[in-house]
């Protein structure tokens, strides 16, 4: 059987003594406890006895009888005088030692923690971002088209660069196709005329569609033509439509010198007269003030104007032209 905390407990069950025989459980047990403990009440005739009263602990006096005295009120607290003014702190070549293991006091303050003074907060800066790398014009898929006039080298440095790069490229030149008309090929040194200028078109075309086979299957491929700023006819509207808007064109434009030696150096229906040559290098000037990208590649040689080319296109991966 459990009992409350605090109640005394009852004495040891003898013959003729118990619950019954006179012993009541103390007053503040609880009414459940008492009235489990006595069902029927104390026996008829049982003198009721007084509940005994627990000794005090150890080290306590005894609780006299009698009502419990008030106790006494506290006196109400006097307001707290206000803090003295703070001195000046002293050098520390003149403040006085502290013994050892002690430490002054912290100065007072709103913005200290211990002994050194925060200083005020200010607005923190957005982080910059992260630049992205640079695209690499040798390791995408690209189409390109050279522009220049007739000796300005734009075969040669379009097969050196198709030979050059890390990923398939095809080299697809203009004058390669036109040539593939055998009998009845319309020269454009006998003058233009519809005659050859259809064949222009049917060959720009076919390399339209060519490049759009190769760039279908992650083949690059890179065109060259002499393209005239003047002339909507052989101009780039066309090879846009064929190609496709991701044709990154590119004109290479040496001096007039550097193009009359290097056409002297040409065979066949490819040699063109001083007069011609002079006439389409003049031409081809328009292409300053257009947006396109322009090598001059008087002072290089192939290998160099195909890093230049390299440079040229990473910028217009980056920012393609207007065209």
């Known amino acids: 059987m459990q009992h409350a905390v605090g109640s005394p407990l009852p004495p040891p069950h003898q013959p003729g003594q118990g619950p019954h025989a006179g012993w009541a459980p103390a007053p503040h047990q609880p009414a459940s406890y008492r ?7 104390p026996h008829p005739g049982t003198p009721r006895r007084p509940a005994p009263v627990p000794p005090p602990p150890p080290g306590f006096p005894a609780t006299p009888p009698g009502p419990v005295p008030p106790a006494p009120q ?5 307001p707290r005088p206000p803090a003295p003014q703070q001195s000046p702190v002293p050098h520390p070549s003149t403040a006085p030692q502290q013994p050892p293991g002690q430490h002054a006091p912290a100065p007072a303050g709103h913005d200290a923690t211990g002994h050194v003074t925060l200083p ?15 695209p690499d014009p040798t390791a995408a898929t690209l189409a390109v088209l050279l522009i220049g006039p007739a000796g300005a080298g734009k ?25 593939w008309v055998r009998s009845g090929f319309a020269d454009p040194q006998s003058g233009w005329n519809e005659n050859s200028e259809a064949q222009y078109r049917l060959a720009r075309r076919t ?6 086979n190769f760039l279908a299957n992650g083949i690059s491929c890179i ?20 190609v496709g808007p991701g044709l990154l064109p ?4 040496p001096g007039l010198d550097i193009v ?8 066949g229906n490819r040699r063109l007269t001083d007069e011609e040559v002079a006439r389409i290098h003049g031409r081809m000037a328009g292409w300053y003030g257009s947006g396109l990208p322009i090598i001059d590649n008087s002072q290089l040689d192939v290998p160099g104007t195909a890093r230049v080319l390299d440079e040229v296109l990473a910028r217009a991966i980056a920012s393609p032209p207007s065209w």
Do not use: M
């Open 155 to 179: 075969t040669s440095v379009a097969k050196y660069w198709a030979d050059h790069r890390r990923v398939p490229t095809a080299h697809i030149s203009l004058d390669d196709v036109r040539e």
């Open 74 to 78: 506290q006196p109400p607290a006097s």
């Open 207 to 212: 390399c339209g569609f060519a490049a759009r």
């Open 250 to 253: 590119v004109v290479l434009l």
């Open 35 to 41: 009235a489990a403990a006595h069902p029927q009440g």
């Open 223 to 242: 065109l060259d033509d002499a393209v005239f700023p003047d002339r909507p006819v052989v101009g780039l509207g066309g090879w846009k439509r064929h």
């Open 260 to 267: 009359l030696e290097r056409n002297a150096e040409r065979t």
């Open 120 to 134: 005020p907060g200010g607005p923190v800066g957005t982080p910059a971002a992260t630049p992205a790398p640079a």
